[in-house]
Structures are given as structure tokens and as C-alpha cells.
């Protein structure tokens, strides 16, 4: 799986744009690019994946430029609860027994 | 549909003791991973099975092992504790994407 590179941490304020880079210059051609929430003594929680161009749910946007060797995680008006700690991954996501290779996240911190 | 569901949610044991986790996947989810998360080495994965038979293994000691039911339920068990293992065990449910749960708190002293 490819190695990324994130932020150690990050602070923000309350209706703010938060926008996370992943560095991930060895992706291969069938990874995927997946972004987790992990809030202190709980499990990852999956909040957004992509493998090109921009991808955007409910709660987030991914932007990911031609080459892929790096990516965006963009959260909007983020509010206290965002606070928690934020992961990339890239790896082939199918059902293959591809385990999940966690780098040490970023650490964003939403103050009032 | 129910999430992913890990018992006991704490646990507390002494140095030398074994013990066992538990791990419910979602329905229809046959892949259930197995990860350990500390504040000094963050999230490391363990062991991975696929329809009751181990696919992957992490880079851990003997004293961790694992199984998985004909249900996909899945259990891992650390025998003789040491103060080291005391960290947050966190299980993986996989269909397309993964999906954890709450993970359970293992307390060595």
C-alpha cells in the first residue's frame, strides 16, 4: 500500500474551511484514496473516498488533482465536533485481504 | 442495518492472563480485520480472516491469535498479557470499504 504523508496536526475555528493535504506519491493505478474520522476511543469512521478529480458528500469534498499524487480533504463551516483526528489512506479497497495501512493522522482541533 | 459490534467495551487484566474479544460484523460482511491502536505506535493491523480462514497477519507476536465462526463472527485472544498490550483492539467489518467498530479497551496492570 502507498505511504501518505499528512499534517501532524492542525487548528481551526468554528465556521471556518478546513482543508487537510495527503501526499501519496507512489499510488498505484488501481488505489483508491480514503478519508477517516476518529474520534478519542472510538472506532475510524469512514468519511469519504475518490480516485480522481472531486468527490463531495454531505459532509465533505475531496479534490484530487490529474497526477493523484496527493489529495484534499476539504471540510466546510467545520464546527467543535469536527475536532478529532483525520486519516488517509490509499490502497486498492476491494475485498481482497488488502490490509489498511494508517499513517499517524492529522490532528485537527476546532476552538470556539 | 447494525453496525459493527465489539464486547466487552472495557476490559481489565493482569500481567500473565489471557483474554478474549469478540467481534459481530455487519450482516453479510464475510471479512472482519483486526486492528491495535496506542498512542505510541497509532493503528496497527493485526490479522484479517475471510470466510474462517486468516488471509493476512500483521506483524505481531504469537501470543495474538484469531478466529472467525461460520457466521463471520470473529474472536482474537492475547494469551500471557504483558503491560504492553494494554491498548484500544479494533475490529473491521468489510464488504466493499470497512467499516469498525467501537473497539474495546484492554487494561493491563
Known amino acids: 500500500l502507498a505511504k501518505t504523508t499528512q499534517p501532524i496536526s492542525m487548528d481551526s475555528y468554528e465556521g471556518q474551511e478546513v482543508n487537510i493535504t495527503c501526499s501519496h506519491n507512489?499510488?498505484?493505478?488501481?488505489?483508491?484514496i480514503t478519508w477517516y474520522q476518529q474520534f478519542p476511543s472510538q472506532g475510524p469512521r469512514f468519511i469519504i473516498q475518490?480516485?480522481?478529480t472531486k468527490v463531495t458528500n454531505e459532509v465533505a469534498s475531496l479534490f484530487i488533482p490529474a497526477d493523484r499524487k496527493s489529495s484534499t480533504l476539504s471540510l466546510p463551516r467545520v464546527s467543535l465536533s469536527d475536532t478529532a483526528v483525520y486519516y488517509c489512506?490509499?490502497?486498492?479497497?476491494?475485498?481482497?485481504?488488502?490490509?489498511?495501512?494508517f499513517g499517524g493522522g492529522t490532528r485537527l482541533m476546532v476552538k470556539p | 442495518k447494525a453496525g459493527v459490534t465489539q464486547t466487552p467495551r472495557y476490559l481489565i487484566k493482569t500481567r500473565g492472563q489471557q483474554v478474549t474479544l469478540s467481534c459481530s460484523p455487519i450482516?453479510?460482511?464475510?471479512?472482519v480485520s483486526w486492528y491495535q491502536q496506542t498512542p505510541g505506535q497509532g493503528l496497527q493491523f493485526l490479522f484479517e480472516?475471510?470466510?474462517?480462514?486468516?488471509?493476512n497477519k500483521g506483524n505481531f507476536p504469537g501470543r495474538f491469535s484469531g478466529r472467525q465462526f461460520s457466521n463471520s463472527r470473529s474472536e482474537m485472544n492475547v494469551s500471557t498479557l504483558e503491560l504492553g498490550d494494554s491498548a484500544l483492539y479494533l475490529c473491521?467489518?468489510?464488504?466493499?470499504?470497512?467499516?469498525f467498530g467501537s473497539g474495546t479497551r484492554l487494561t493491563v496492570v
Open positions: 473491521a467489518s468489510s464488504d466493499y470499504g470497512y467499516t
Open positions: 507512489n499510488i498505484a493505478t488501481n488505489d483508491y
Open positions: 475518490g480516485y480522481k
Open positions: 489512506l490509499v490502497g486498492d479497497m476491494d475485498n481482497a485481504g488488502n490490509m489498511l495501512t
Open positions: 450482516s453479510g460482511h464475510r471479512s
Open positions: 480472516y475471510f470466510s474462517e480462514t486468516q488471509r
